[in-house]
């Protein structure tokens, strides 16, 4: 009933910008907190940004000042403006959100830890 599907990741040169998107789907009346992870190969998947439902922001070291996360409520996205981007920056993004609630027919319901599918984001030297 609720998914998160991700866009915008591709192949970009070092110094270059993107800027992925999660919007998650269902008929939804709330969303808590949401973030972007990241997992590089033969590495364990690392936090990279998060925002609360009150816009209230948290980054890796690695990426203040280099990524900005932000989120549309009304359109029930998050996104992960990504500048400055460097070849250690490669991995697949995945969103998340630790809880979202739902209507199923009348009775409202919620659910937790939904993850997106994952996109991929390259940037060569």
């Known amino acids: 009933q609720v998914q998160l599907v991700e866009s915008g990741g591709g192949l970009v040169q070092a110094g270059g910008s993107l800027r992925l998107s999660c919007a998650a789907s269902?008929?939804?009346?709330?969303?808590?907190?949401m973030g972007w992870y990241r997992q590089a190969p033969g590495k364990q998947r690392e936090l990279v940004a998060t925002?609360?439902?009150?816009?209230?922001?948290n980054y890796l070291d690695s990426v203040k000042g280099r990524f900005t996360i932000s989120r549309d409520n009304a359109k029930n996205t998050v996104y992960l403006q990504m500048n400055s981007l460097k070849p250690e920056d490669t991995a697949v993004y995945y969103c998340?959100?630790?809880?979202?609630?739902?209507?199923?027919?009348?009775?409202?319901?919620?659910?937790?830890?939904?993850w997106g599918q994952g996109t991929q984001v390259t940037v060569s030297s």
């Open positions: 998340n959100t630790d809880s979202i609630g739902y209507y199923s027919g009348s009775y409202r319901s919620y659910g937790y830890n939904y």
């Open positions: 925002i609360t439902s009150d816009g209230i922001t």
């Open positions: 269902g008929t939804i009346f709330s969303i808590n907190t």
